[in-house]
Each structure stands twice: as structure tokens, then as C-alpha cells.
């Protein structure tokens, strides 16, 4: 932000050698500093005659401390300039983004307020009012201060990318589209800006139900940024929110060899959302897992998540791998199972390969979540038996100096910790020496609050390069 608002201050030092034409020595060295940059020397300058220096000359040491990052400091400045009776809009302004720096939100909107006394018609003051409650996370008076931004004349095309995610998050998608359409005209094809908005765009016209505007929009997409690969997954969902499963399938071979190329980013790197529907005003979230996952036998290879109004999940269900049928057919198979409340419900009645219709595993979903048809087996405490299979899986590995891990690097001992304990949280790590071996043991806590420790023999490269 600091940099967006360079080119702001240069135009209000203009605005301020216009307004002042008696101009003190002390003010116009201080510019000179930080017109070059050299923002330590305007901060030095005079800083044993402090008091004796005139408003304007405290009020540029003010912004050489914000450029400098000394943002507290800067309001302090600020603060004494207005005290010298020195109120011109750059002192707001600044003050106002100083406070922005150190999440003072609130604070920044009250010295926008006072600019805008100054100056009505400014539409910078407008949309960085907007900037704070967007980060105050209040969309509807971001947008109202936008759209007011955006009336002014010399208004910043730019804002329209902000209007559009301030609109997005209020549920305003028809004009978010016309946001983000209007976005993208202010930025060239190759910009991230403009990849940006235009993916935000396509976004926009699928969360708004227009999915064959968004299906066209995203196919543009990536035929402008082929290696966006979110915007594929989200191609990929207006196929099957259009039931062009043909269409889907062949998409999703596209994505699954990027997958085998190891080209995809993280969060798509273990499972892919394919599609998006509404269940009694809730949203429900589709996700598929890779043919193989490094190697290994899929567990589970669709997973419903039902989320409430702050995206959080109420209820899961995946097809989960049947073993002893797979070992006797020569394809795997899955049924359904539930997790609610840390109770799980098995389906054992639903049966489904990966040739199987989607339809028909989408309404089997439906029913499930319907109650139209009851589980086979229910188990409660299902973390706490989780658990337990793993620990008999591992055997006690890990659990005393006896039992320690072996490992040649510090960066396997937490790989070895993300494999068997996922969604662990790190406690606290510690060199211990038990009968002259060192070993190091991680302590950490489980989802339910349990915290346990795993000792790691580090014997193998301990002491090297000391």
C-alpha cells in the first residue's frame, strides 16, 4: 500500500506548495530528503530544534517515518503537525494509512473523515475509507464507500476490483460481474491485476447460477493462463452444475496429469473440488481424490462436505474403500459413510466403483442427507477410535527411548509426524541424551486436546558440521 501511495503524495506536496506560498527553508530541505529517497536524512534533519520547526516542516517528517516504516511514530508526527495548526488533507491521509499499517481500522476511518471535511470531492479519501471497513470486514459500507469513490472525477479505475470482492462478499454477484468486467478494462492481458479480476469474473457469474456465462468465461480464461489450475477445477464444476459430464471427464484428465507432473499447487495437491450444490439453503462441496496418491491404494474417493453460513463443516460424507470386496474384484469399491458429530454412520447398502454413474451417487448423497434412509452401523467416539487404530497400527513406535524413530534429518521427523498424527499441533521440541545417544523428542496435541510424545533417534547425523 505504501507504494500505491507514493504517487498520491507526490500530488498532494504539489497541492501543498500550491496552497502555502510562503514556504519555510526547513520544509523545502525535508521534501528535497525524501524526493530522493533519503528518508533517515528528512527524519535527522533539525531533530534537536524539534519544537521550532513550523507545522508543514513536521508534517513531512511524519511521512519520511511512514515511507521509512515507523508508522506509530509517523502518527505522532502527524499528530504534533495538526497541533501547529498545520490541518491540510496529507496529514489525515497519512495519518490515516500510518494507522492502516498498525490494524488501527477504526482509527484510520476517523482521519479519513477529517480529510474528507478538507476535501469532499477526493476520491482517494473515498476508497481508502473503503480499504478499512473492507479490512474491518463490513462489505456493505466498503462497497457504499467505492461506488462513492468511483462517482468523483479523476476517480482510480483500479477501485473497481475492490467494489467487486466487497460486493462478492455480501452475495451481490450480478454486480460483481459488472465490477470486475469494468476491472479488467484497466489492466493489460499479460497483468496479474487482469488475471485476476477475470477469474474473479468467471467466479462471479457461477456463484451468481449463470454457469454457462461462467463456463464460457473460464474456458477464455485458460486459454489466456493455461497453468491456472484453480480456475480449471472451477471449469471443471460448471460442467457438472451444466450435467456436461463428458465434458468433465475429459477436463479432469487434464488436471489429473498435472497432478502426475507434479505441477499443481498445494491445496490441490491431495484432492480437487469438481462440484458445488445447494442442499435446504446449505452449500455442499464435492470433492474427488487422485487415482493414486503416491502410490497408494484411495481410501476414500469422493468427499461431501455440508457447510453452514461461516463455511464450516456440519457433516462429511465420502465413499470409503471396501476392502474385503476389493480383494476379490478387479476393481476397487466403495460405499458411504457419514461423520457427524464425531459419530460416523456406515452405508454399507450403497456400492460404487469409479465407473459409476455420478448422478446416482449425488442422489444416494441426497438421501443420506434427507434421512430417508438409515445407516447399517453407527459408531460414536469415532476420533477417539481413530486414534486407537493408529497407535495398534504403529505399535507403540515413537513412544519411548526403546521404541525411538530413526531418522536422518530434522525435516523427517515432522514428516513422520504430518503422515501418522495429521492435524497435529506442535507443542514444543527438545535435545535430550539418554545414555550418550541424543534424541529428539516432539511434543504435541491432538484435535480432541490429547497431547503425547514421540521420541526420534537423531544419532545418524547429530553433531555433524559443529
Same mark, same amino acid.
Given at each position: 500500500?505504501?507504494?500505491?501511495?507514493?504517487?498520491?503524495?507526490l500530488?498532494?506536496?504539489?497541492i501543498?506548495?500550491?496552497?502555502?506560498?510562503? /514556504?519555510?527553508k526547513?520544509?523545502i530541505?525535508?521534501?528535497?530528503f525524501i524526493?530522493?529517497?533519503?528518508?533517515?536524512k528528512?527524519?535527522?534533519?533539525?531533530?534537536?530544534?524539534?519544537?521550532?520547526?513550523?507545522?508543514?516542516?513536521? +508534517?513531512?517528517k511524519?511521512?519520511?517515518?511512514y515511507l521509512n516504516?515507523e508508522?506509530?511514530?509517523a502518527?505522532r508526527?502527524?499528530d504534533k503537525?495538526?497541533?501547529?495548526?498545520? !490541518?491540510?488533507?496529507?496529514?489525515y491521509?497519512?495519518?490515516?494509512?500510518?494507522?492502516?499499517?498498525?490494524?488501527e481500522?477504526?482509527?484510520a476511518?476517523?482521519?479519513?473523515e477529517?480529510?474528507?471535511?478538507?476535501?469532499?470531492?477526493?476520491?482517494?479519501l473515498?476508497?481508502?475509507?473503503?480499504?478499512?471497513?473492507y479490512y474491518?470486514?463490513?462489505?456493505?459500507?466498503?462497497?457504499?464507500?467505492f461506488k /462513492?469513490?468511483?462517482?468523483?472525477?479523476d476517480?482510480?479505475?483500479?477501485?473497481?476490483?475492490?467494489?467487486?470482492?466487497?460486493?462478492?462478499?455480501?452475495?451481490?454477484?450480478?454486480e460483481?460481474?459488472?465490477?470486475? /468486467?469494468?476491472?479488467?478494462?484497466?489492466?493489460?492481458?499479460?497483468?496479474?491485476?487482469?488475471?485476476s479480476?477475470?477469474y474473479?469474473?468467471?467466479l462471479?457469474?457461477?456463484?451468481a447460477?449463470v454457469?454457462?456465462?461462467? !463456463?464460457?468465461s473460464?474456458? !477464455?480464461?485458460?486459454?489466456?493462463?493455461?497453468?491456472?489450475?484453480?480456475a480449471?477445477?472451477?471449469l471443471?464444476q460448471?460442467?457438472?452444475?451444466?450435467?456436461?459430464f463428458?465434458?468433465a471427464?475429459?477436463?479432469?484428465?487434464?488436471?489429473?496429469?498435472?497432478?502426475?507432473?507434479?505441477?499443481?499447487?498445494?491445496?490441490?495437491?491431495?484432492? +480437487?473440488?469438481?462440484?458445488?450444490?445447494?442442499?435446504?439453503?446449505?452449500?455442499?462441496?464435492?470433492?474427488?481424490? +487422485?487415482?493414486?496418491?503416491?502410490?497408494?491404494?484411495?481410501?476414500?474417493?469422493?468427499?461431501?462436505y455440508?457447510?453452514?453460513?461461516?463455511?464450516?463443516?456440519?457433516?462429511?460424507?465420502?465413499?470409503?474403500?471396501?476392502?474385503?470386496?476389493?480383494?476379490?474384484?478387479?476393481e476397487?469399491r466403495?460405499?458411504?459413510?457419514?461423520?457427524e458429530?464425531?459419530?460416523i454412520?456406515i452405508?454399507t447398502h450403497?456400492?460404487?466403483t469409479?465407473?459409476?454413474?455420478y448422478?446416482?451417487?449425488?442422489?444416494a448423497?441426497l438421501?443420506?442427507?434427507?434421512?430417508?434412509?438409515?445407516?447399517?452401523?453407527k459408531?460414536?467416539?469415532?476420533?477417539?477410535w481413530?486414534s486407537?487404530?493408529n497407535?495398534?497400527?504403529?505399535?507403540?513406535?515413537?513412544?519411548?527411548y526403546k521404541?525411538?524413530?530413526?531418522?536422518?534429518?530434522?525435516?523427517?521427523?515432522?514428516?513422520?509426524?504430518? !503422515?501418522?498424527?495429521?492435524g497435529?499441533?506442535?507443542?514444543?521440541?527438545?535435545?535430550?541424551?539418554?545414555d550418550?545417544?541424543?534424541?529428539?523428542?516432539?511434543e504435541?496435541?491432538?484435535?480432541?486436546g490429547?497431547?503425547?510424545?514421540?521420541?526420534?533417534d537423531?544419532?545418524?547425523f547429530f553433531?555433524?558440521?559443529?
Amino acid at each position: 500500500m505504501k507504494l500505491k501511495t507514493l504517487f498520491c503524495f507526490l500530488l498532494l506536496l504539489i497541492i501543498s506548495s500550491g496552497i502555502f506560498a510562503q /514556504r519555510s527553508k526547513d520544509a523545502i530541505k525535508i521534501e528535497e530528503f525524501i524526493i530522493e529517497q533519503e528518508y533517515q536524512k528528512a527524519i535527522d534533519y533539525k531533530s534537536k530544534k524539534f519544537k521550532k520547526l513550523d507545522g508543514e516542516s513536521i +508534517y513531512l517528517k511524519g511521512i519520511a517515518l511512514y515511507l521509512n516504516s515507523e508508522d506509530r511514530e509517523a502518527i505522532r508526527y502527524f499528530d504534533k503537525a495538526i497541533e501547529k495548526d498545520f !490541518k491540510e488533507v496529507g496529514v489525515y491521509f497519512y495519518k490515516a494509512w500510518a494507522q492502516f499499517e498498525i490494524h488501527e481500522y477504526y482509527e484510520a476511518i476517523l482521519s479519513f473523515e477529517e480529510a474528507l471535511k478538507i476535501d469532499p470531492a477526493n476520491p482517494e479519501l473515498y476508497s481508502g475509507k473503503g480499504i478499512m471497513y473492507y479490512y474491518l470486514d463490513i462489505p456493505q459500507d466498503a462497497a457504499e464507500a467505492f461506488k /462513492r469513490s468511483l462517482l468523483l472525477d479523476d476517480s482510480d479505475p483500479t477501485i473497481y476490483q475492490y467494489l467487486g470482492q466487497a460486493n462478492m462478499d455480501i452475495g451481490n454477484y450480478e454486480e460483481c460481474i459488472e465490477n470486475y /468486467r469494468n476491472a479488467c478494462e484497466g489492466f493489460g492481458i499479460d497483468s496479474k491485476e487482469y488475471q485476476s479480476c477475470h477469474y474473479n469474473m468467471a467466479l462471479s457469474q457461477q456463484l451468481a447460477g449463470v454457469y454457462s456465462d461462467a !463456463k464460457l468465461s473460464f474456458t !477464455k480464461h485458460l486459454k489466456l493462463y493455461p497453468d491456472d489450475y484453480q480456475a480449471l477445477t472451477k471449469l471443471i464444476q460448471t460442467c457438472y452444475a451444466l450435467e456436461n459430464f463428458d465434458e468433465a471427464i475429459e477436463l479432469e484428465a487434464q488436471l489429473i496429469q498435472a497432478y502426475k507432473d507434479k505441477k499443481l499447487p498445494q491445496h490441490l495437491n491431495e484432492m +480437487y473440488c469438481f462440484d458445488q450444490f445447494n442442499w435446504n439453503g446449505q452449500n455442499v462441496m464435492a470433492f474427488k481424490a +487422485y487415482e493414486k496418491y503416491e502410490g497408494e491404494p484411495v481410501i476414500w474417493k469422493h468427499r461431501f462436505y455440508l457447510l453452514d453460513d461461516d463455511e464450516e463443516i456440519i457433516k462429511k460424507i465420502e465413499t470409503q474403500l471396501d476392502s474385503l470386496d476389493s480383494t476379490t474384484t478387479p476393481e476397487d469399491r466403495y460405499y458411504l459413510s457419514m461423520l457427524e458429530n464425531d459419530t460416523i454412520y456406515i452405508y454399507t447398502h450403497y456400492n460404487y466403483t469409479s465407473d459409476s454413474s455420478y448422478l446416482s451417487l449425488k442422489n444416494a448423497v441426497l438421501q443420506i442427507l434427507n434421512e430417508e434412509v438409515p445407516a447399517k452401523t453407527k459408531m460414536g467416539n469415532y476420533s477417539a477410535w481413530l486414534s486407537q487404530q493408529n497407535e495398534i497400527l504403529l505399535d507403540g513406535a515413537g513412544t519411548s527411548y526403546k521404541k525411538a524413530i530413526k531418522v536422518s534429518s530434522i525435516a523427517e521427523e515432522y514428516e513422520w509426524l504430518a !503422515k501418522n498424527y495429521p492435524g497435529y499441533k506442535f507443542i514444543q521440541q527438545s535435545l535430550i541424551f539418554e545414555d550418550g545417544t541424543p534424541y529428539d523428542v516432539l511434543e504435541f496435541e491432538l484435535k480432541k486436546g490429547e497431547r503425547k510424545k514421540i521420541y526420534f533417534d537423531i544419532s545418524s547425523f547429530f553433531g555433524e558440521g559443529f
